[in-house]
């Protein structure tokens, strides 16, 4: 199996702060990585596919990079609206998500 | 509009059973492969099952294989998971979602809570 480490666990910042999370992957998973974001009491919600396509609709202060097992994602300039729990996932073999990084305020 | 909209869940207790459903609207269902996916509270997601658009094949994750069957109706635009032998580690929010060509998620339901208790 497949296994997802994300770091860190919790990431304090500010509005305006460029934050970065780090997703890595046990094996290689080429680019078969996606970012979604859930804030309290709802679903998931898709960012980023293929390890550096942003979804359609999606911020463009939203990006992501990496392939094979190391992977970020980076959100240039947070805003109020970003302030949630983000996870990775590989969709290289089966599904697996990483523990999640929740991003609070300052 | 896509709509996914769970059903189903509720309070059981532990060795009982439960199925839950998955509406699905504002797309060509029977084009998807689906998933379930869960959530424990407080906790991170967890795959659950697949199933292709024909329903001829299935995947499990170890955590519920044997116990757990998914399947679908694409007459009724419907995904089923069939729970038994239920355990309180199942406790959690099961949400359905629809599977992306690139085999990503790019849309969920807000999920159906499943409570395992005595």
């Known amino acids: 199996d497949i296994q997802m480490t994300q770091s860190p666990s919790t990431l304090s910042a500010s509005v305006g702060d460029r934050v970065t999370i780090t997703c890595r992957a046990s094996?290689?998973?080429?680019?078969?990585l996606a970012w979604y974001q859930q804030k309290p009491g709802k679903a998931p919600k898709l960012l980023i596919y293929k390890a550096s396509s942003v979804e359609s609709g999606v911020p463009s202060r939203f990006s992501g990079s990496g392939s094979g097992t190391e992977f970020t994602l980076t959100i240039s300039s947070l805003q109020p609206d970003d302030f949630a729990t983000y996870y990775c996932?590989?969709?290289?073999?089966?599904?697996?998500f990483g523990q999640g990084t929740k991003v609070e305020i300052k | 509009e896509v709509q996914l909209v769970e059903s189903g869940g509720g309070l059981v207790q532990p060795g009982g059973s439960l199925r839950l459903s998955c509406a699905a609207s504002g797309f060509t269902f029977s084009s998807y492969e689906m998933n379930w996916v869960r959530q424990a509270p407080g906790k991170g997601l967890e795959w659950v099952s697949y199933i292709s658009s024909s329903g001829n094949t299935v995947y499990y994750a170890d955590s519920v294989k044997g116990r757990f069957t998914i399947s679908r109706d694409n007459t009724k635009n419907s995904l089923y998971l069939q729970m038994n032998s239920l355990r309180a580690e199942d406790t959690a929010l099961y949400y359905c979602?629809?599977?992306?060509?690139?085999?990503?998620?790019?849309?969920w339901g807000q999920g159906t809570l499943v409570t395992v208790s005595s």
């Open positions: 094996q290689s998973i080429s680019s078969w």
């Open positions: 996932q590989q969709y290289n073999s089966y599904w697996t």
């Open positions: 979602a629809r599977v992306a060509s690139g085999k990503y998620y790019s849309e």
